[in-house]
């Protein structure tokens, strides 16, 4: 079955301590990119990936880091994680070529940074 | 910056109403627009894609128009069915995903 996978799907934590978000997909896509979704403000998009080790800022890189070393996986790094990052995450791939492709979306992972 | 809005921002009606959602974007120049339902604590499933060049795209009882010119498109659920009630959300793909807030949607039984 095609999928984006995210882990863990919630995570209680505290102020400062580094956490890692998986995720992974298995349509070979090569574009990747993760969002938050925030009441009130949409998603958003953190970062994205056009390909194995090619990574940009979207609109809210702040506070994130992100890695693409294999295709499938993107996984998102909060270093030092804030309070204000508590938020639900969502990470989405899909095929290149802008115009004709649908993204597809994991179940999301909520995140309370305390 | 492309900024998108939808309305409203919820909206109730009875089983069997047909349902208009709107979307209006500020930048025309688009590649494409998707139209995502999302339900409580799951992700985002893809309903519709219309790429710049159509304007309108349907799938069984959902049908979306696209009108460029104007920065809007409209989702169309007819017939709606209480399994239709969750969130609605538009995004406009020009170069990245820019979402609407969404339209929460409540059908009665």
């Known amino acids: 079955e095609a999928q984006v996978t995210q882990n863990p799907r919630y995570l209680i934590t505290v102020t400062g301590k580094k956490l890692t978000v998986t995720c992974s997909q298995n349509?070979?896509?090569?574009?990747m990119s993760w969002y938050r979704q925030d009441p009130g403000l949409g998603l958003r998009q953190i970062y994205y990936?056009?390909?194995?080790?090619?990574?940009d800022k979207g609109d809210v890189p702040e506070g994130y880091k992100v890695s693409r070393k294999e295709k499938r996986n993107f996984p998102l790094i909060l270093e030092s994680p804030s309070p204000n990052q508590t938020s639900l995450y969502f990470c989405?791939?899909?095929?290149?070529?802008?115009?004709?492709?649908?993204?597809?979306f994991g179940d999301g992972t909520r995140l309370s940074i305390l | 910056k492309q900024e998108v809005t939808q309305i409203p921002a919820a909206l109730s009606v009875p089983e069997g109403e047909n349902l208009v959602l709107n979307c209006s974007f500020t930048?025309?120049?688009?590649?494409?627009l998707q139209w995502f339902r999302q339900d409580p604590g799951k992700g985002l499933t893809s309903l519709l894609l219309?790429?710049?060049?159509?304007r309108e795209q349907t799938s069984g009882r959902l049908n979306a128009s696209l009108d460029k010119s104007s920065g809007r498109s409209t989702l169309y659920i007819a017939a709606s069915q209480p399994g239709d009630s969750a969130t609605y959300l538009c995004?406009?793909?020009?170069?990245?995903?820019?979402f609407g807030a969404g339209t929460t949607v409540t059908v009665r039984a």
């Open positions: 995004a406009v793909d020009d170069y990245k995903l820019s």
């Open positions: 219309i790429q710049s060049s159509q």
């Open positions: 349509m070979n896509h090569e574009y």
């Open positions: 990936s056009m390909n194995v080790e090619v990574t």
């Open positions: 989405a791939s899909s095929p290149p070529g802008q115009g004709g492709q649908p993204q597809h």
């Open positions: 930048d025309s120049a688009i590649y494409n």
